[in-house]
């Protein structure tokens, strides 16, 4: 099972095993609160796409299709990310303020189809 959460809510059970999917630390959590199993850095969306994107709506479809592209490059990765989704509950964790625009609900969809 598959989920996704913003870092800034309180971890509890029901999470599993947390995997923070941003390139930076978010602002102002410390690593005992955001209880993070494993930070991925390296499967968050490249700097540049990141900053490209901003968090703007208006880019929401083509930072996906931006993202989809970058992660189709990080096979290996992403292989095992979806195997331990398949063997245990595991929360994809995220800074960003918007719940709807943010990498962890490309990736999340990313590997549902792999499935």
């Keep these: 099972m598959l989920s996704i959460k913003r870092v800034y809510e309180p971890a509890g059970p029901e999470d599993g095993f947390r995997i923070l999917v941003d390139r930076l630390w978010p602002r102002g959590v410390s690593k005992d609160k955001a209880a993070i199993g494993l930070w991925l850095k390296d499967i968050a969306p490249s700097d540049s796409l990141r900053k490209w994107f ?10 996906k299709k931006r ?49």
């Design 54 to 63: 901003g968090h703007d709506p208006a880019r929401w479809e083509e930072f």
């Design 67 to 115: 993202y989809e592209n970058e992660l189709d490059a990080m096979g290996d990765t992403v292989k095992s990310l979806a195997t331990r989704a398949k063997s245990g509950k595991v929360t994809l964790v995220f800074g960003a303020k918007d719940n709807e625009h943010n990498q962890a609900v490309v990736l999340k969809g990313y590997i549902e189809k792999m499935k």
